[in-house]
């Protein structure tokens, strides 16, 4: 795939991503954060994710995002807060 392709494709995941946390789809915005970190995974996403499963209250799989968000970037402030 290449470089053009897969930034088209995380924009269309992220443009689901916000549409699903405005109207409060927390299961929704896991998935499409999923599909965005299997393309390109950053200390973002992870955190974004690490968000939107706290809001599920699933706290154990936001422990692991947020983990995962230091690991690949210890400077990204929401990436400690998330955690």
């Given at each position: 795939?290449?470089?053009?392709?897969?930034?088209?494709?995380?924009?269309?995941?992220?443009?689901?991503?916000?549409?699903?946390?405005?109207?409060?789809?927390?299961?929704?915005?896991?998935?499409?954060?999923?599909?965005?970190?299997?393309?390109?995974?950053?200390?973002?996403?992870?955190?974004?994710?690490?968000?939107?499963?706290?809001a599920?209250?699933?706290?154990?799989?936001?422990l692991?995002?947020?983990?995962?968000?230091?690991?690949?970037?210890s400077?990204?402030?929401?990436?400690?807060?998330?955690?």
């Amino acid at each position: 795939m290449r470089r053009f392709d897969i930034v088209c494709v995380c924009m269309s995941n992220l443009g689901l991503i916000c549409v699903a946390v405005a109207e409060h789809h927390f299961a929704g915005a896991v998935t499409a954060y999923t599909r965005a970190i299997d393309l390109q995974p950053s200390a973002v996403l992870y955190a974004n994710r690490a968000a939107a499963h706290l809001a599920l209250e699933a706290y154990g799989s936001a422990l692991a995002d947020a983990e995962k968000s230091v690991e690949l970037d210890s400077s990204y402030v929401k990436a400690w807060d998330s955690r």
